[in-house]
């Protein structure tokens, strides 16, 4: 059919003539204009509390949830006095800030609907309150929902009383008519107020994890985040302290509110600081490129942020956490792991059965009670001779290792020591079997490089394919023997130009991968309850209390130099508690930093932790191996201390030359303290000046120091009392730089 000249004209017009307003309004989609009533609700007070801390909340007559204190246990009832906040540029301190209303700093949770909208005004609904089977804790649920579009969102509060930890975590229900994108969805926000805010957090990368900085917040917003996909660890660390009311970090004195975030992938914390000098914390996955999708029905649950407060400095917060981490946390948390012998620095890639042999042997002449063999052991077509193959081959290599595992870890068991052995499940070499069989399984984006970081990429663990592989990994290697013991897990990349073949929105991948991480873990922990599985990831990039859940420990960092570890032990202590804090004695120079410390300063610094030896033992000389046996022995009789006691530190070793601390068992019937050298003290002739700490005042211990037969301190093998070891009279002389000692506290 022909269509008439003059309709084409007018229709042409029509297209570019603008619209007149009545026409415009027309065709825009509208909106509705009537508001939707939110029911008033009975304003009312909810007390979240511990033994000797509270966070107090409260409901407005709108039905806003706010939060008004957090800090030392106060009688909640009393803030039901409080005038509501209003302030100038927001509505207050809202408990979970929301976009949209009045609210303009950084939101808790900011959602676009499906008619692409982005306001959200949660009101209360309803709470409840109930104990939790099997421990002390009691949680709290509050009950939130957007009365114009539906969502709902569900806050909850596990109460630790005894350990004074709080762990929060929110759940969004889609109970809109349609999908929605989750563009921010914390897993809590908290608001203090104190004259000045000290944040002290982690920094650092691969050799320096857990460097730590302390920084006064001024106005404006500081964020510690990362964007590094598998990774935490490695640039910062998901936690931090904030000391109130003070410039410097005081170890006993103090406010101190500690968080960390229970979540193994991209995480941001912010701090906002306003104009009303409220400190507003958000702390949640990255928003990062991961516009969550959440279907109609579907429901949203985040990782957990735990939180505690102490009056009591920095010691006091990390003490509690401690105390909640051994206790609810750590995968067997403190429980004792054995020490023992990794192959890594004393073999590298190059081994036969009869040098794991040998080693094996000094391991077990040594008084350690396990022998690790790390990276190397695998691979055929694609030999893992170095590492720039055979990762995805999960196969023993027939050359180097031609009687198979089992005939080294049933050795190991015959010489009465365990066995454990390395993968890396995550990764690929391109140059492996697995690469050229699955290549849809590397996470990558559509005509673009898939870049190489120490030659490997990444497998997209998004993918429950992937997820059923990288499990297959963890059980098919503990079929190799049955005299597998332990599972050192490694992942030693970052993602870069992240995508994922499998995902329909490219928007899940971060927070999926993570997700499927903890699927992987969790059937594995099903299937094998007793493994000893460590947590290492290019050293420590992988420190968090989301991969505590299923992991015995931490490999602390690829840097073993004492002198470094002094400080990477400072750091990871403010948040994580010893028994997850692997620390092994390598040779020297350091085959990282190159530096040069004596064999007992090593050994002083790695018994903080889980103690290990990572060397070729045949280097040894007689003399240090009568060092190491002695030190291995005197270990064994104090490190339950390691990993059940309460932790001081002694100081700080930043801008110290000096610095030591000291595990005090529960009952305080026994410590151990180290002391350490770690600058030149021209001037601590008199011995340094060490105020004991968390002893028994009226109680007198033996004092002994370990692994030497003349002591540094005049009072060794004396007898005093707490109150005297607490007075400054303990001076140990360190007088060289790495000069070290330990000494057993045993109380009569
Ligand atoms: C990185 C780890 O941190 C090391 O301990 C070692 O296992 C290597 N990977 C092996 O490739």
């Known amino acids: 059919m022909r269509i008439p000249k003059v309709l084409v004209a ?4 029509a297209a570019i003539l603008p619209l007149n307003d009545a026409q415009a309004r027309k065709k825009k989609k509208t909106f509705t204009h009537e508001t939707v009533a939110v029911p008033e609700v009975q304003p009312q007070v909810i007390a979240v509390e511990t033994q000797n801390t509270s966070l107090v909340l409260c409901v407005r007559e709108d039905g806003e949830l706010q939060q008004l204190y957090y800090g030392k246990k106060v009688d909640a009832s009393e803030f039901e006095a409080v005038p509501r906040v209003h302030n100038r540029y927001g509505s207050g301190c809202s408990a979970f800030p929301s976009t949209g209303a009045s609210f303009l700093g950084q939101p808790a949770l900011h959602v676009r609907y499906a008619d692409g909208t982005h306001n959200t005004e949660m009101r209360y609904f309803s ?106 660890t490695q640039c910062g660390n998901p936690s931090f302290l904030l000391s109130l009311n003070t410039e410097q970090l005081n170890e006993d004195y103090g406010e101190v509110v500690a968080g960390a975030l229970a979540w193994s992938g991209n995480y941001r914390i912010s701090f906002e600081q306003g104009p009303e000098h409220f400190l507003s914390i958000v702390a949640g996955i990255n928003p990062f490129a991961s516009a969550y999708p959440l279907g109609k029905g579907q429901r949203f649950r985040t990782p ?104 080294i870890a049933s050795y190991a068991h015959s010489k009465g020591l365990r066995f454990g052995i390395w993968i890396e499940p995550e990764m690929v070499n391109p140059e492996s079997d697995l690469a050229h069989a699955h290549p849809e399984w590397v996470v990558q984006s559509p005509g673009r490089v898939i870049y190489q970081e120490r030659s490997q990429w990444v497998l997209d663990l998004s993918n429950p394919a992937v997820q059923d592989f990288v499990y297959g990994v963890f059980d098919s290697v503990m079929q190799l023997s049955p005299s ?73 960092s690829d840097d073993t130099d004492g002198l470094e570890r002094v400080f990477m032990q400072y750091g990871t202590s403010l948040i994580y508690p010893a028994c997850v804090m692997a620390a092994h004695v390598s040779e020297v120079p350091n085959h990282q930093s190159r530096n040069i410390t004596p064999l007992k300063f090593r050994f002083d610094v790695a018994c903080q932790g889980r103690l290990g030896l990572e060397l070729q033992p045949r280097y040894l000389s007689a003399d240090d191996m009568a060092l190491v046996n002695r030190c291995v022995e005197s270990y064994k009789n104090y490190r339950d201390l390691v990993f059940t006691g309460d932790l001081y530190r002694l100081g700080s070793p930043y801008g110290n030359d000096i610095y030591g601390c000291m595990y005090v068992s529960e009952d305080k019937s026994r410590a151990v303290v180290y002391v350490y050298s770690i600058g030149f003290d021209a001037r601590g002739t008199d011995g340094q000046r060490f105020r004991l700490k968390g002893l028994d005042p009226s109680r007198r211990y033996k004092v002994t120091e370990q692994n030497v037969d003349s002591s540094c301190w005049w009072g060794d093998g004396g007898v005093y009392s707490g109150a005297f070891l607490g007075s400054g009279a303990f001076n140990p002389v360190l007088p060289n730089l790495y000069s070290s000692a330990i000494f057993l506290l045993e109380a009569e």
């Not at 539906?150 to 109970?175: K, P, W």
């Not at 350690?368 to 790390?374: K, P, Y």
Request: glycine fraction near 8%.
């Open 10 to 13: 007018a229709a042409l017009i």
């Open 127 to 232: 709470h409840s309150s109930h104990p939790v089977s099997g421990s002390d804790a009691v949680e709290t649920t509050i009950h939130l929902k957007d009365h114009v579009t539906g969502l709902e969102l569900e806050l909850s509060f596990l109460a630790h009383q005894a350990e004074d930890v709080i762990v929060a975590c929110s759940e969004v229900i889609n109970n809109t008519n349609a999908g929605v994108e989750l563009l921010d969805i914390a897993s809590s926000a908290m608001t203090l107020r104190a004259g000045s805010y000290l944040l002290t957090h982690a920094n650092g990368s691969w050799a320096q994890e857990m460097q730590i900085e302390n920084e006064l917040l001024q106005h404006g917003v500081k964020l510690l985040e990362t964007r590094r996909g598998t990774q935490t």
């Open 304 to 407: 957990e942020m735990v939180w505690t407060f102490s009056d009591e400095g920095a010691g006091g917060a990390s003490r509690q956490l401690h105390r909640w981490a051994r206790k609810y946390r750590v995968y067997n948390g403190g429980e004792v792991n054995p020490t023992l012998l990794n192959s890594w620095e004393g073999a590298y890639f190059t081994f036969t059965t009869e040098t794991l042999i040998h080693m094996i042997d000094d391991a077990a002449s040594m008084g350690l009670e396990m022998f690790v063999l790390d990276d190397g052991w695998f691979g055929n077509n694609y030999p893992r001779n170095n590492d720039r193959a055979g990762l995805g081959d999960w196969k023993v290599n027939v050359s180097k290792l031609p009687e198979g595992i089992d005939h």
């Open 484 to 556: 597998i013991d332990y599972i050192k897990w490694d992942c030693n990349r970052p993602v870069f130009s992240f995508g994922s073949p499998y995902l329909d929105s490219q928007d899940r991948f971060y927070v999926d991968y993570v997700q499927g991480l903890y699927n992987v873990m969790r059937r594995i922990r099903e299937k094998y309850p007793d493994v000893l599985v460590q947590c290492c990831s290019s050293g420590g990039a992988r420190v968090d209390y989301g991969s505590l859940r299923y992991f015995n420990e931490i490999w602390t």
